[in-house]
């Protein structure tokens, strides 16, 4: 007991902190140890909001919310109904970074009575504050609210204009978007349309030349030369999958050419469209990609898909794998033709149905391995565009001994040495510095301990 407030089921938990159902309708959050502690170092929280609970001899704080106000963990908060509901998440998202500037709120708490979004440190926590929000807005799809072009056709209940207001009062930037002007008017009516155009010029992908070729010519010269390639019944590009092992730059390719074209991105994740229950995962992959659809153009990513595609009869997963597969082959198709760009990524391309490998559905299979010396060295120089380098350093020799390599442990040699460099008072990276970062990299294959968060 809590007063007169009753605690009655637990509707999520995590590290030190329990969302729990009350007697009055509505939530309570229950919190301590370390996760409390550093809400209340950042001053999201404070003493004089909380109420102290004790089970036995555990003592436990409280915040306790009425059952007309949110209390909820993101991923299984509502949809907001109204533009109120979402212009209050989009204030407890400005408010929350007043107190705490960088850390993802991707999982977070959000306490409507309070106006925060109390992040639950998780490991894996790396979303921005736009993605965060179109995430909630969008009821659970993985989509940012910039570029907006076509965050209106998700949210039909919300006027473009009022789009706008709500990314503006999370202490975002609409873009993407422009005002319209009414015909014999010289000020903007107040509503909103799409930029024309689109992507310009050729796509860079540094230190993935092959992979940098393949997305100019089979993608964005599609893109960009609509007209010529409708005329020869080319529609809108295949679907795509990159196939190769774990750390290569799959993913970080497909964000950059996502970036790129400044479309929506929707992403086919366990933890997006995974249940337990059979049909529930065929709904809701069927409800993604018609949002896909409904936002066209726009690029559907499905990671890790042999976890969803792999080969049916394998006896790994009966009527839920069936159903899954049966529900891609049959949406696929119908997207590409609507001009969703879909791209699937995995490391295991043997253990995908053989049915969704068929021409008509992923027309292409790019091998991804491991960067080379020279992609290796076309990496490098694009890091350290702009960057003052001393006359001892041969970004040949360290492209020669990354090659084989992460890109992300190239990317993190050039940081570390920037790093080691500033902090002995230099003024430009020296060999020095990117040697010893060089040694803080372990053999290639061996995990090393590392200094800082994961």
Known sequence: ???????????????????????????????????????????????????????????????????????????????????????????????????????????????????????????????????????????GLRVSVTPMAKMQNLLSWLPAEGVADVVRTAGLTPVGMVAVTTPGQNTPSGALRNQDGGSEGRFRLPGRSTLEEFFNDHVVDVVQNRQHYEALGIGNPAAII??????????????????????????????????PYIHETGRKVAQLFQAAIDAAPSVVVIDEMDAFLAARGSGESGQHRVEEVAEFLRIIPSAIKAGVMIIGMTNRLDAIDPAILRRGRFDHVIKVDFANGAEMLDLLSSLLDGVPLADDVRLDSYAERLAGRPLSDTAFVVREGARLAAKARRNEVDRESLEAALKTLPPIGEVKNRVGFL
């Open 1 to 139: 007991m809590t007063g007169t407030v009753k605690v009655g089921r637990v509707l999520s938990s995590g590290i030190d902190w329990q969302i729990v159902q009350t007697n009055e309708r509505g939530r309570a959050l229950l919190m301590r140890g370390a996760t409390l502690q550093r809400w209340f170092d950042t001053g999201l929280l404070t003493e004089d909001v909380c109420v102290e609970v004790r089970y036995g001899t555990s003592a436990w704080h409280a915040v306790v919310s009425g059952a007309g106000s949110t209390l909820a963990k993101l991923d299984r908060s509502p949809a907001p109904n109204d533009k109120s509901e979402a212009l209050a998440f989009a204030s407890s998202i400005r408010e929350t970074r007043k107190l705490d500037t960088t850390t993802s709120l991707q999982n977070g708490l959000y306490v409507e009575r309070l106006s925060r979004v109390l992040p639950t440190y998780e490991a894996d926590a790396d979303a921005d504050d736009d993605l965060v929000l179109g995430s909630w807005l969008t009821g």
């Open 242 to 275: 990159l196939e190769g092992p774990p750390g290569c730059g799959k993913t970080v390719a497909v964000e950059r050419l996502v970036a790129f074209l400044g479309w929506p991105q929707f992403g086919v994740e366990a933890n997006s469209i995974g249940s």
